[in-house]
């Protein structure tokens, strides 16, 4: 009898090990790593669903197909945005792309797409497809083969984000923290070399990542926690898997402390609301647990990084650096009404009209939210309350399903950081956070409402 081929062989371990491992290339924001990975992931999407490979038994459309609509849907906008259109039309439906394109006039007025920046929408709409190809070969199977994925997933993020953290710790005690790596120094830095923290540009950036990892190393924790409160720690000891479990914590405390070392005050909201959301139904049912975890934790933290993380608040004047400049950026939407000023087009968008904080550039809104409903209009806002209605349906099933916990506890941890900073923007972080996105949405047919018991 033939044995069952490794899930892990061919495109799958491949696009599996080059998404884990992207955050280590700088988060993955240079030009240099993130096109030749969408375009490696688009590649092995090729590979995958090649007719040969289809004898396998293992390629499932059906277990797509509650995102799917989703992917299309910003497909279509990203087309529509870099139409070229006639003049006229385009003053009828964004003043703003008109003045994008034809203020000063051209000598002779040619047709022109909605997005401000064609360039920036070319880009974002190739990473896009690139995040698309990875979660068809990912997650693209059906059965046994898709729960290892997913669970090789987790455990991938739990290690990447325990040596993260244990690298930024690392370096933040180095000759020259402020260098990536502590080794690479980054040219023209200046007032902002002290924002670099680990192998990131930018210390919200990194703690972004940290609480996503974290967030999951929790909700796979919280399946090793017995319920019951006459099962203690003898019971736990006495395990076959105390080894691993004696792993997890140590890692989810690493990156507690790395979190907190960074100084970014989002990071720690946000690595606070995943966790607590990965570790629900153990501390629920267990209030002592949970009690004296909280206290372990307030240890670490105010042991590594919480006075200066509260010392940065202090210091940081929030309506400046941020409600000031969303409040003017909002007006964007009186020129680019209907399809937004363009995927990744924020930064040309909003420099003609910024009121505010002028001796900046900002090339993003620091607001997930804001920024989409910018670039994406009133189109973006009706397709936001049509994945709202869709999540709020799947909600009963999501919460009741314990094998998508740590995938919900990550997310949980991207939804809160999105309020205040633009960790959607860099490109390994967008990458997890979309391979979580499509853990929870994409549930098998039998776990769906309505659906067949198992």
Not at 136 to 144: P, T
Not at 186 to 211: Q, T
């Amino acid at each position: 009898m033939t044995a069952a081929p490794s899930p892990f062989r061919g495109p799958a371990g491949l696009a599996l090990l080059s998404a884990l491992l992207a955050p280590f290339a700088f988060g993955a924001v240079g030009t240099t790593a993130w096109v030749p990975l969408a375009w490696l992931w688009i590649g092995l999407a090729i590979w995958w669903s090649a007719p040969i490979r289809r004898d396998t038994g293992r390629v499932s459309v059906e277990s797509l197909s509650s995102v799917t609509p989703a992917f299309l849907g910003v497909h279509l906008l990203l087309a529509v945005q870099l139409i070229p259109l006639p003049p006229a039309v385009l003053r009828a439906i964004s003043p703003g792309s008109y003045a994008a394109n034809y203020v000063p006039p051209m000598v002779v007025e040619t047709w022109a797409p909605l997005t401000a920046s064609p360039t920036g929408t070319r880009q974002a709409w190739l990473f896009f497809s690139g995040l698309h190809a990875l979660t068809i070969v990912l997650f693209g199977v059906s059965g046994a083969t898709r729960s290892k994925i997913m669970n090789a997933l987790f455990a991938g993020m739990t290690a990447v984000g325990g040596l993260l953290a244990l690298e930024g710790l690392v370096q933040a005690a180095s000759a020259h923290p402020h260098w990536l790596y502590g080794v690479f120094p980054v040219p023209g830095a200046g007032s902002h070399e002290r924002g670099i923290f680990g192998p990131y540009y930018n210390r919200d950036h990194y703690s972004n990542l940290i609480a996503i990892a974290a967030s999951v190393a929790a909700g796979l924790l919280a399946a090793r926690i017995p319920r019951d409160p006459a099962r203690g720690l003898r019971f736990m000891l006495n395990t076959e898997g105390f080894a691993s479990t004696l792993a997890l914590v140590a890692s989810l405390i690493l990156m507690f402390a790395a979190s907190a070392a960074s100084g970014s005050r989002g990071g720690l909201a946000a690595i606070g609301v995943g966790a607590a959301v990965g570790l629900s139904s153990p501390f629920l049912a267990r209030p002592r647990l949970a009690l004296g975890a909280m206290l372990i934790l307030l240890v670490v933290l105010f042991g590594t990084g919480v006075p200066s993380a509260v010392a940065r608040m202090s210091d940081v004047d929030f309506e400046t650096s941020r409600l000031m400049v969303w409040r003017d950026a909002a007006r964007l939407l009186e020129f680019f009404p209907v399809f937004g000023a363009g995927i990744g087009a924020f930064a040309p968008a909003y420099w003609p009209y910024q009121r505010v904080v002028r001796y900046e550039y900002w090339p993003h809104a620091h607001n997930e939210y804001l920024q989409w409903v910018l670039e994406a209009g009133l189109v973006g806002i009706l397709m936001g309350l049509y994945w709202l209605r869709t999540a709020w349906r799947l909600t009963p099933v999501i919460v009741r399903t314990p094998e998508i916990r740590p995938a919900l506890a990550g997310l949980s941890a991207v939804m809160v950081h999105a309020v205040v900073e633009c960790g959607l923007r860099i490109p390994a972080n967008a990458t997890w956070a979309g391979l979580l996105l499509v853990c929870v949405i994409a549930l098998p047919p039998r776990q769906k409402p309505g659906g067949p018991a198992a």
